[in-house]
């Protein structure tokens, strides 16, 4: 992927099934939502693995194990393997153990993926700031995570111990809506000890390289929902992106988006990895993709044609991006969005 900024969503003549070898799938609003499997996915990954591409489930999430979340996945009609699976939990292990001595105590906050992602890279989880740890972790503990466990960390920290944390996304979807992420909790210890921690979660690279030390891939694309974690992660590792429009990123964010968080592709779903995807094509002053052709005014963007609701995003992108150079586009979209129903 080139650092130059991206001006317009890309074409791709072939399926990016085929264009790419491994896709790196995020879970959430991508694969599932509150558990169940979003529509088209089960038959659409299928499809890409038969015709060869490696799918590998990229998660911040560091409270399931990688046999957990294969479980899950395997239960959804979609078989899956632990080693297809990585986590921030491995992530962050890795980084703990490159800088701490082999067989150190780590003080874990956090649930059972932090633990066997550390005793993974030979180190030792603790439970307490007395037990002498070499390094503070903190993950995503779910909704019965002790608050003492945040002052646990905090007396630790405040010592001098080196901290770490698998992510810091303040949100985390759930079956009833939207609710605290990791993120929040290590506010929690950054507040009490004004430190912080050195971070590995998407979309840092110690993320980036986890994936691809453990998949080999050569030629991967990165398939996400959200723009600050997944679009951002591929353009820091400097790979291509699938941004999908099942999970949280709506027609206004994408137009907004400043150039670390502009997808080179952008599907409706993950039928998306097994199409090609439409060239999007300078037309005089403006931008044209399918029947639909966008335009930059002084205020908004214009939206003129018909055809599929995609290509009119598409071309809206190009438009507003275009505009907006290395920036986030300030023009009024809502007009254009509405006729596309989005």
């Not at 650092?3 to 003549?13: A, Q, W």
């Not at 608050?147 to 960390?153: T, Y």
Request: aromatic fraction near 4%; hydrophobic fraction near 40%; charged fraction near 20%.
């Amino acid at each position: 992927m080139s650092r130059s900024v991206r001006t317009r969503p890309e074409g791709s003549g072939q399926a990016l099934s085929e264009a790419y070898d491994t896709a790196l799938l995020d879970l959430d609003g991508v694969v599932y939502a509150g558990g169940n499997a979003i529509v088209h996915a089960v038959e659409s990954l299928a499809t890409a693995r038969g015709g060869g591409m490696r799918l590998a489930y990229v998660t911040n999430n560091a409270l399931r194990t990688p046999d957990a979340v294969a479980d899950h996945l395997t239960e959804l009609g979609i078989p899956t393997g632990a080693d297809d699976v990585i986590t921030s939990a491995q992530a962050v292990a890795r980084l703990i153990s490159e800088q701490v001595p082999a067989g150190a105590r780590v003080l874990v906050i956090g649930g059972e993926g932090l633990r066997v992602a550390l005793r993974e890279r030979g180190l030792e989880p603790v439970e307490s700031a007395e037990d002498d740890p070499a390094a503070v972790v903190q993950g995503f503990g779910g909704p019965d995570l002790p608050w003492g466990r945040f002052a646990e960390a905090s007396y630790a920290v405040a010592r001098g111990v080196p901290w770490f944390a698998s992510n810091t996304d303040l949100t985390i979807p759930s079956g009833r809506g939207i609710a605290p992420g990791n993120g929040a909790a290590v506010e929690v210890v950054r507040i009490a000890t004004g430190a912080e921690p050195q971070v590995a979660g998407k979309p840092l690279p110690p993320m980036h390289r986890e994936t691809i030390l453990r998949t080999g891939a050569e030629r991967p694309l990165v398939v996400g929902d959200r723009l600050d974690t997944d679009i951002e992660g591929a353009f820091n590792g400097e790979v291509d992106s699938l941004l999908v429009l099942t999970g949280v990123t709506d027609g206004a964010q994408l137009l907004a988006a400043p150039p670390q968080h502009r997808p080179t592709y952008v599907d409706a779903d993950l039928r998306g990895l097994l199409t090609g995807q439409p060239e999007v094509a300078e037309e005089g002053s403006g931008f044209r993709c399918g029947g639909w052709t966008a335009s930059a005014g002084a205020e908004k963007l214009e939206l003129d044609g018909e055809g599929a609701v995609l290509d009119g995003l598409r071309a809206l992108c190009a438009a507003a991006w275009t505009a907006a150079g290395d920036g986030s586009c300030g023009l009024d979209g809502g007009k254009a969005l509405a006729r596309l129903g989005l």
